[in-house]
């Protein structure tokens, strides 16, 4: 069995129902392993066994169901693999449909709006003024009217026929009963009032909130749009003789050199090989300082260079950019559900029906009052329109569109739309410590002399260490460095005991650097020293150097906290949310971290495998935990945790490790994470409260005659723009 997923442009949907048609249909086929369809980005993702349909099957059940499907590009199809075409270094081609509707068909909807307009306006004027034939003439312009929106009754009378209605059919059923009857009128001379001026400001007021509606929606989508701008179409590259030629960014291959000047984008993810930079990283990353680059240092494609020309060589390309990676995670993003909306999408599928039977109720039961046609009609055409369920379908997906769209540009990557909803639970926060709350990289913080004079021996100390390839031994290294101190003091003899320190001998004294315990077995007195004690009992990490069996000093060592950690920590206390770290390090080390950055509760000398039993454990103790780490030995407990937050930093980031990457490793991103998700649900919820009143309000208002078909027409399409606008706040929404 080959799995393979197709994305597909969907056209032709206009409300839930219509979604949960085409999942349904699609699911009914053998083969098919998952589908998801996207009302507002009016996209499907379909997983599927290659062995036994293939992509025309996929389409033709879509057209089945009354829709018109198109793959999305190839590359969709394996988007971590490389295609024949996709050899350069730009964002693969696919990328670039991800608009909900072009241009052009948003000006193809306004030219409807402006004709529907025009001739409804021509309709009020003749009934205003005594024309002869005006009758005839409302007639005939009315017909115009329905043409302009004949999207109504090519995709609503057809799906009715099929048995499933849509908000299509509600249109076409009232707008169409109304031409009908008041053309009989008309032509049979029946006497009564006729209802053009309804057909066509009903009609209008319709194509009008569609029109709005898309391009709301194309503002809702934008955040896809606003990444590929940042993938550079030229490139300058350098050939073997120094010569600089402009190529397509598509043409760029691993190993070229290429050469960005001030004011450009950086064309790929590389390394600098000459020159530095300052590139403006937060279109990517969400960071808003601008970052430097020397030679060695890694840079981003789509950043930008703010300063002095430098070259760098490429060392990604195409799919396996950054840049093409958030892209990807984006639209799955986009195109994932949370529960909350597959409920929605479920009661709508048997929404219509109820509408139709209602409106039935209501002709039948206002006719049966008094006999009278007029009434009856009006009722049941005020119902048909004021309950066409648009609202209820947009006021989930349209939220979660713009909702990872905003995360996106913040730096904070969500990889399935139910994580908002898991996220805004979250009520305890697990840290791992190593490398998220803290550098990864130990740094010398102090050197305690505890012998007169004993920093004329340092140079010694220094040359001997930068013998080792311990960790600890690169930051006391680094830390000469700093101090200006020689390490090119001649070291013989150099003899290393791994995890316990290092000997040599310089000037025919025996110089020894580690711990306590590796100086005390040497026969070095002193050792036991109450401030060795002192800096231990603090979480230092302690360094003991000596000169034969003389105690010269100790270097306390400690692992840096990240600048964002306190603040991290701060901002989840204030939510509410228990914090927690957890670590593979010594208590002492742990406690003094967790002092420094506000956490309360520490697990320490945790194994990697036991981390997840900790947080089984908290779990069974009803919390909803959130795991916070590297993304790569912290995988098992990232995956255990009802939501995990993988740090990444740099082009390397572990794109698949957890449910949330926070693009830079600022840990300040997991709580505008939970805040993130907490603005947006709340921003579904009050969708889904207006679009529920809106309905529920609304059709007994209309079935007891209290709503003229016009008023219920414009209130309609009101309502879906209300929800899309609303929507939009998300945009602007404050992280912090």
Not at 232 to 252: C, F, N, S, Y
Not at 576 to 592: F, H, N, R, S, Y
Request: charged share 20%; glycine share 10%; aromatic share 6%.
């Amino acid at each position: 069995m080959a799995i393979q997923t197709v994305q597909l442009r969907i056209h032709g949907m206009n409300c839930a129902s219509c979604v949960a048609h085409i999942e349904d249909d699609l699911k009914a086929l053998r083969g098919v392993q998952e589908v998801s369809v996207n009302l507002v980005l009016e996209q499907g993702r379909v997983s599927y066994d290659d062995t036994v349909l293939n992509l025309e099957n996929i389409t033709a059940a879509v057209a089945k169901a009354g829709y018109h499907a198109e793959p999305i590009g190839s590359e969709v199809n394996n988007p971590g693999h490389r295609h024949e075409h996709d050899t350069g270094g730009g964002v693969p081609d696919h990328t670039a449909h991800v608009a909900v509707e072009g241009e052009s068909a948003i000006t193809r909807r306004f030219h409807k709006v402006l004709a529907a307009g025009v001739l409804t306006l021509a309709i009020v004027a003749l009934g205003m003024v005594e024309v002869p034939s005006a009758d005839m003439l409302m007639l005939l312009l009315a017909l115009g009217v329905l043409y302009a929106g004949r999207e109504f009754f090519q995709a609503g009378l057809p799906a009715l026929l099929r048995g499933r209605p849509d908000m299509d059919t509600l249109v076409a059923l009232g707008v169409g009963a109304a031409f009908l009857y008041s053309g009989a009128v008309i032509l049979f001379l029946l006497g009564g009032d006729e209802y053009f001026m309804d057909v066509g400001i009903i009609t209008t007021f319709i194509l009008l909130g569609r029109y709005l509606e898309a391009r709301a929606k194309g503002k809702a989508s934008s955040a896809i749009r606003e990444l590929l701008q940042l993938a550079p179409k030229i490139a300058h590259r350098r050939g073997l003789e120094g010569e600089v030629q402009d190529i397509p960014t598509a043409e760029v291959h691993i190993g070229d050199l290429l050469v960005v000047k001030p004011g450009e984008q950086v064309p790929t993810d590389g390394v600098v090989v000459e020159g530095t930079a300052t590139l403006n990283e937060s279109m990517i990353t969400g960071e808003s300082m601008p970052v430097d680059r020397s030679v060695g240092g890694a840079v981003i494609g789509g950043t930008i260079n703010s300063s002095s020309v430098f070259v760098m060589r490429a060392q990604k390309i195409g799919a396996d950019t950054m840049l093409a990676h958030i892209v990807r995670l984006v639209q799955e993003a986009q195109m994932s559900k949370a529960p909350i909306q597959k409920l929605v999408d479920r009661v709508s599928q048997y929404f219509v029906w109820g509408v139709l039977t209602v409106a039935a109720l209501t002709f039948l039961v206002w006719y049966a009052k008094d006999g009278a046609l007029p009434p009856a009609f009006v009722a049941t055409v005020a119902v048909l329109i004021i309950a066409c369920p648009c609202a209820l379908g947009l006021a989930t997906p349209i939220s979660l569109v713009v909702g990872t769209g905003r995360g996106a540009r913040a730096g904070v990557l969500i990889k399935r739309a139910e994580v908002l909803e898991k996220l805004k639970r979250v009520t305890a926060m697990v840290f791992d410590k190593t490398g998220t709350l803290t550098r990864g990289e130990p740094e010398v913080t102090a050197w305690v002399e505890l012998t007169p004079r004993a920093r004329e021996h340092l140079a010694q100390i220094i040359s001997l260490e930068a013998q080792s390839e311990h960790p600890l031994a690169g930051a006391i290294v680094a830390w000469g460095k700093r101090e200006g101190l020689a390490r090119g003091v001649l070291i013989s003899e150099v003899k290393a005991e791994p995890g316990r320190g290092i000997v040599g001998y310089s000037s025919g004294s025996t110089y020894r650097v580690g711990s306590a315990r590796f100086l005390q077995a040497a026969g070095v007195a002193g050792v036991q020293n109450d401030k060795i004690q002192e800096y231990a009992g603090r979480g230092y990490t302690v360094v003991v150097a000596a000169k034969d069996e003389v105690l010269l000093g100790f270097f306390a060592i400690q692992d840096k906290l990240k600048p964002s950690s306190a603040a991290a920590v701060a901002a989840c206390t204030k939510m509410g949310i228990t914090t927690i770290m957890l670590t593979g390090d010594t208590l002492p080390v742990a406690k003094e971290i967790a002092r420094q950055v506000g956490i309360k509760e520490v697990r320490a000398e945790v194994l990697p495998a036991d981390k997840v039993a900790v947080i089984k454990a908290l779990q069974e103790q009803g919390e909803v935990v959130a795991m916070v780490g590297d993304g790569i030995n912290d995988s098992p407990a990232l995956a255990q945790a009802d939501v995990g937050i993988a740090l990444g930093t740099g082009t390397d980031i572990a794109m698949e490790s957890g449910d949330i990457v926070l693009v830079k490793g600022d840990l300040h991103k997991a709580s505008e994470a939970i805040m993130l998700s907490r603005a947006t649900l709340t921003n579904i919820k009050q969708n889904l409260f207006w679009a529920f009143v809106y309905n529920t309000v609304g059709i007994p208002v209309a079935a007891l005659g209290f709503l003229n078909p016009k008023v219920s027409a414009l209130a309609m399409a009101f309502s879906s723009v209300s929800v899309v606008v609303n929507a939009l706040r998300l945009r602007r929404v404050k992280l912090t």
